[in-house]
């Protein structure tokens, strides 16, 4: 079967080749290969920190159909580094990729890439712009350390405590472990003044806020040790709400197992299973590693598509937490409601202290 | 939440004939329903007229209607069956409109039958305008403002422009987009008369706005998901059946996507939908982002089979289970068969919908889009880009030569249509316009077009070359398509997906194992539905895919409207979604490899690849090229006809009116004139003078063919099924109208009434002579005249005719299985077929007419084939049978009353004994002047009334007023020549308006009168029931007495 003549191509760790061309900035990225399957959300996808060192392939077999916006960004950058496009589409879309450095290529066979990536896990790979010899790249990209075993929220977490916003109800600590801004926003907005800390923040700095969210975040949980530890610490006594690594890390705290998934749940469109009430949400997810099944009481809310632990919920110690996302962002609105009711319970506690 | 086990049995309403606005798409979902109501251990019954629907074959359910779908007709099926609940919510509008009629009239309640899927308030709460803005306005959304107008005085202070839309209607049938104060009064009386509840909105506009329809589902613990998004590329003010669609979405970010999702949502749970799915319709302002909510259907939808086959998501499977009780969590998704179907499809390709118009059938209408519906169906493409979808889609149409149709062209674009689909498809127009001369369109450019979506025919075209020439440099460059999986989750999760469209430049993906065990045939489908090519084609497709797996084959499927039963991937092993062009069938032919290509149930479509593909090197399975082409080609089929010594109207071939008129001179007039080149009636006219051939020969602007046309002729419609040797005649039917009117329009009568013992015995003479002759290997249909004692033969088709599924049904003899097993190799006598006999019972086959939604185009019946549907009935006796088909039909004959007559001159001797036997039954007569002394000299009393053209400016009730007040039940009007404008025109476009039984022929009129004088009422009897006493065997399924003890 004929291909087309083109510079671009994808190469993963095992050899396999996927050609196409540059429609973003020049040069060749490396990372792991996963795949994305939002159809909308391209913009927050890239600048989602979660997607550190990450190459996205995007389903969606049109990409950048409606431009791009600044208060869409979830980060103050793309973080993934590079997209990998059946077609690309917009001049407002591939210049910004341009513009913010991103490698990016279209006219993939990205179905093909997706199941070679499903049925083999998600892999090292190297995106390339221009027309370099692939059997060189594929070299670098076997020097290149695996995701498992990672720890990258230093590199995407704010070095210092910032002030998000200083006008609320309830005074609430975000460790930055990559969060994403619609996460701030979405505690805003319920009435919640909001920090930022570092990831490496310690529980004394915590316990005088009134609830600490664990964030979002790339990588593999499992050697975020101190990270573990500190939320240990917290735990009982300060509120505790996690969202996705916030989630993972813990589950680690709880002595809860996390393993790598072989390709990730990346998408607007799994389906969660709330267990007390039989319910299902339609739910924004991206993540690699997952905590592993468990009947246990505290797993709230189970994934429809592999048995994971989707939620976790320890009244006891006043800590909740989610794998997906009730932010969205992109993605549907069905847990929206989570961080809003977390808010508010915050608020009411609070008002009750006071009295 | 486990299946419900309350419940024994239920029953199905269809949505009846195919009309405009309601088409094949609930066949798909009644189908569905049914299967899944029998996995689950249902006793099923199912209620429909259209006895071309695969959900009234009698192994579908335990017990089949064939019965008007009225309160009288299903209200006796109910009485009869006792079943445990109603299902409405796949049925259409017809169905959800029959639950409420059947609730209010006390049916429900009386007989103990509760109505699953959507109760009488949620559907009130979504079909009511008022109730439905309230619902909305509950959840913070908002609706066009508008207001409720029950009486024209409500007009006053309604600001313009604005938009009139009736309650409870099809399709937003007899609504429309108005601008001046005229235009809104004329329009709001319209919609009025239309409403069965004499209700419109008159709500402010949103033309121009962008629409988007999304497809919702949600299950009794309030599980809500978003099965697929559709974006219109025709703004706001076309309906949404006319327009072009796309899916998934392709315009809105991230954020606006997700309010729409969440307005649905709330707006489902706002209405009450509990189990089952609704489409729900948004306008937004593109700059701006401000949504208005215009509709909800309750129920699956034409949009919901369109979602289904977009996605792979079976909407009508998934809300037959969530009605009986399941929640979607329990519901495995069906083509992954491990995740449920309780999450969102995700789509890594784009489907795109055309729809199919008919203008050219009905000159003199109105083609202008807008609220009111007026596509008779419509073609689906899929492909990896937006481009490559809509180019297949639009090819996909298979548009006549020289047709106007809107979206004929590229540059044909819709006012307003949003920016993004301008530059896709301006994309396209650059593409086509830098292609160069064959010799120098390299490998690379070549495969960058293909990926594009453009055909090998319309690359060629742009290089000035032919079609094949291109294939072959193509084939030669190894560019060829692949095939990707529709699987509903973008790969995501591993499917066995049996469902596949083709893209360029990417890997192929599952191809058939050429080591596989079973051989597969290749079944060619029919396309999309338009006049004189329907539903009737794919119930015999999806019956050929049925047999052919019944017979050790893998059946493969090949079609492109989203609406069929074949195109459901449950239906075939394997469904290539694709259009029925010559590239694309090779394509699939080489990929399968098949031990046979089936050409002879998908209609004219398939006909026309059949020498390609012969020539190509594949096998036709069943009748082969050579038949076709002798049967086709009227040269070589006269000379047959004449070695044969079986008789034909005499006729020539002409290019030039001189000569047009010396052939009708040699055989006399009247005669039949139309094109050579197509058949079905297209652009056929009879002519009476020397005058109406030259104009004939000028519309034609080709060759035309001239037979004698036959005056007063029985017309005979056989079905036949012929091996080659030995013929089985399947069925002969009679024509009620008479050679003349389109065998498509008239109705037909099995078995035929008026044939003696002689002609019948000729007939089947000629039909066992022919089939060998042709060397037909399956089905034939034969079209006979019979004038007297003499038999003439007007045209053979060596396919599936439009009436196989009406004389399957009436004879109890599946003919599709047989012809299939014949193409197999089989011999006649080795089926094992039933005697050839007639029927004991009489069935009619009455055709629906789409007039009302064409006006301007005159209402009468003629050689043109204009009808869309169809609707069966059955009885003991003949005029029942007629009578319960004219029912069946919406046309409901008087029973008593008023007949206007207005006949031609030469018709009015033939309508004198009509006329005496109307006035015999009680009826009071009037007739204009000239039928009003004709009659009167024959000693019948009769009343004279004024026409149109008779008070111009003067002052005096016509026929018009009394018509248009209900002072008239029955109007049998021949016409004087056609044409808008004209005292006929006018007469039956106010019977249409008024809704009374308007009957354009002089036997239409006998029949009519026939069955007013003896129908008598009938109990309805099931089709088991029927086929098992005229084979004396018990019923399958158990009988009601089994049941009860």
Known sequence: MRELATGGYVVLEDGTVFRGESVGADGTAFGEAVFATAMTGYQEILTDPSYAEQLICFTAPMVGNYGVARGRSESARPQARAAIMREARGPAWTDWLSDNGIVALTGIDTRSLVLHLRDCGSMRAAVAAGASAYEDTLETVLEQPAMAGRALAAEVSTPEPVVYSDAGLVSVAVIDYGTKRSILRRLTSAGAMVTLMPHDVDSGTLAGFDGVLLSNGPGDPEPLVAEVATIRELLGRVPVFGICLGHQLLALATDHETYKLPFGHRGANHPVLHRASGRVLVTSQNHGFAVAPSDEEEATHISLYDGTVEGLSYPKLDAYSVQFHPEASPGPHDARLLIEDWVAELCRRKAVERA | ?1045
């Not at chain 2, 003199?364 to 481009?387: C, H, N, P, W, Y």
């Not at chain 2, 006729?651 to 008129?661: H, L, R, V, Y």
């Not at chain 2, 004024?946 to 008070?951: G, I």
């Open chain 2, 1 to 1045: 939440m486990p299946r419900r086990k309350d419940l024994k049995s239920i029953c199905v309403i269809g949505s009846g004939p195919i009309v405009i606005g309601q088409a094949c798409e609930f066949d798909y979902s009644g189908c569905q329903a049914l299967k899944v109501l029998r996995e689950e251990g249902f006793r099923t019954i199912v209620v429909n007229s259209n006895p071309a629907t695969i959900m009234t074959d009698p192994g579908f359910a335990d017990r089949t209607y064939l019965e008007p779908l009225d309160v009288t007709g299903v209200t006796s099926v109910l009485e009869r069956e006792r079943p445990d609940a109603l299902l409405p919510t796949l049925g259409g509008q017809t169905a959800l409109n029959l639950a409420t009629m059947l609730s209010e009239a006390g049916v429900l309640d009386e007989l103990g039958i509760e109505l699953i899927g959507a109760p009488v308030e949620v559907i009130r709460r979504a079909e009511d305008r008022l109730l439905f803005r309230d619902a909305v306005q509950s959840v913070g959304l908002r609706v066009p403002e508008s207001r409720i107008v029950t009486q024209l005085s409500d007009l006053a202070g309604v600001s313009l422009p604005a938009v009139v839309r009736p309650a409870f209607t099809l399709g937003g049938h007899g609504g429309g987009f108005v601008s001046t104060r005229a235009q809104l009064e004329r329009q709001a009386a319209v919609g009025l008369s239309e409403s069965p509840i004499g209700q419109v909105l008159v709500e402010e506009s949103v033309r121009g706005w962008d629409e988007f329809e999304l497809e919702v589902i949600r299950d009794r613990l309030d599980n809500v998901v978003i099965v697929c998004s559709i974006e219109n590329l025709d703004p706001m003010g076309v309906h949404t059946g006319d327009s072009v669609t796309v899916a998934p979405q392709m315009t809105l970010s991230d954020e606006a996507y997700q309010e729409l999702r969440d307005a649905s949502i709330a707006i489902i749970r706002a209405v009450g939908v509990e189990t089952g799915g609704s489409n729900i319709q948004f306008a937004r302002e593109r700059d701006t982002g401000e949504l208005r909510v215009i509709e909800m259907n309750p129920r699956v939808s034409r949009s919901s089979a369109l979602a289904s086959k977009a996605t792979g998501y079976p909407i009508a499977k998934v809300a037959a289970k969530l009605a009986i009780g399941y929640t979607l969590d329990e519901i495995p998704n069906d083509l992954t068969k491990t995740t449920p179907a309780s999450f969102e499809p995700t789509l890594d390709y784009v489907v795109v919908k055309f729809p199919r118009f008919a203008f050219e059938k009905f000159p003199g209408a109105d083609s202008t889009l807008g609220t009111q519906m007026k596509s008779v169906g419509e073609a689906m493409g899929i492909g990896r880009t937006f481009s490559e979808a809509f180019l297949k889609a639009r090819r996909s149409r298979e548009l006549d030569a020289g047709v106007s149709s809107p979206w004929l062209e590229l540059d044909d674009l819709p006012e307003g249509i949003h920016p993004w689909f301008l530059s896709e498809i301006e994309r396209i127009r650059l593409a086509l316009g830098r292609i160069p001369a064959l010799d120098h369109l390299d490998a690379d450019e070549l495969l960058r077009l293909k990926r594009l979506g453009l055909s090998d025919a319309e690359i060629a075209e742009a290089a000035g070359c032919e079609e094949p020439e291109l294939r072959a440099k193509r084939l030669a460059l190894d560019i060829r398509p692949t095939y990707r999986r529709v699987d509903s989750c973008a790969g995501e999760v591993e499917a066995a997906s049996n469902y596949y469209f083709s893209t360029w430049g990417e890997v192929d993906e599952a191809a058939p194992d050429p080591e596989r065990e079973k051989q597969s045939v290749v079944i060619l489908g029919s396309g999309p539905n338009r006049i004189g090519q329907g539903i009737e084609f794919d119930y015999c497709c999806v019956h050929a895919a049925q047999s052919f797996r019944e017979l050790g084959y893998e059946a493969v499927m090949v079609n492109c409207n989203p609406e069929t039963v074949s195109t459901d991937y449950d239906t075939s092993d394997r469904l290539y979604f694709e259009p029925l062009t010559i590239e694309n069938v090779l394509a699939i032919c080489e990929r399968e490899r098949p031990a046979g290509i089936v050409i002879q149930f998908g209609g004219q479509t398939p006909l026309k690849l059949a020498r390609a593909i012969e020539a190509a090197g594949f096998h036709i399975m069943g009748t082969p090229f050579e038949a076709i082409d002798l049967a086709e080609d009227r040269e070589r089929f006269g000379d047959l006809l004449e070695r044969l010594a079986i008789r034909c109207p005499e006729w020539g071939m002409a290019s030039t009116s001189e000569e047009a008129i010396g052939i009708a001179d040699r055989i006399g007039y009247p005669v039949l004139v139309r094109p050579s080149y197509v058949l079905g009636g297209r652009a056929m006219r009879v002519c009476y003078r020397p005058d109406d051939v030259r104009s004939a020969l000028v519309a034609a602007a080709r060759k035309v063919l001239i037979d004698r046309f036959l005056e007063n002729a029985v017309e005979i419609d056989v079905d036949a099924l012929s091996d080659g040797e030995c013929t089985y005649i399947g069925a002969i039917m009679q024509h009620v109208e008479e050679a003349g009117v389109h065998s498509g329009d008239s109705s037909c009568v099995l078995p035929a009434p008026s044939l003696t013992p002689a002609v019948s015995e000729e007939i089947t003479t000629i039909i066992r002579r022919l089939g060998p002759a042709l060397g037909v290997v399956g089905l034939l249909n034969v079209q006979l005249a019979v004038v007297g004692e003499e038999v003439f033969v007007l045209e053979v088709n060596p396919r599936a005719s439009r009436t196989v599924p009406f004389a399957s049904k009436a004879t109890g003899v599946n003919l599709v299985a047989a012809a299939c097993r014949l193409g197999d190799g089989v011999k006649i006598p080795e089926l094992g077929l039933p005697p050839e006999r007639p029927p004991r019972q009489y069935s009619v086959k009455a055709a629906v007419l789409p007039f009302s939604r064409f006006p301007g185009a005159d209402p009468v019946l003629g050689p043109e084939m204009r009808s869309t549907g169809e609707v069966m009935a059955t009885a003991e006796d003949l005029p029942t049978a007629l009578a319960k088909a004219e029912r069946a039909a919406g046309r409901e004959l008087p029973a008593s009353g008023r007949a206007f007559f207005s006949v031609r001159d030469a018709d009015k001797s033939a309508a004198v004994p009509v006329a005496a036997a109307l006035a015999g039954l009680g009826f009071e007569l009037v007739a204009t002047r000239g039928t009003a002394r004709a009659f009167a000299g024959a000693g019948i009393e009769i009343g004279e009334v004024l026409k149109v053209s008779e008070v111009e400016g003067k002052e005096g009730t016509t026929v018009v007023d009394l018509i248009r007040r209900g002072r008239c039940d029955l109007v049998v009007n021949t016409p004087q020549g056609s044409g808008a404008r004209t005292d006929g025109y006018l007469i039956r476009e106010a019977a249409l308006i008024a809704r009374v039984p308007c009957i354009t022929t002089i036997s239409g009129a006998a029949a009519a009168v026939q069955a007013i004088a003896n129908a008598r009422s009938s109990e309805s009897c099931s089709l088991q029931e029927r086929i098992a006493a005229d084979s004396g065997a018990a019923p399958e399924g158990r009988s009601r007495e089994e049941e009860t003890s």
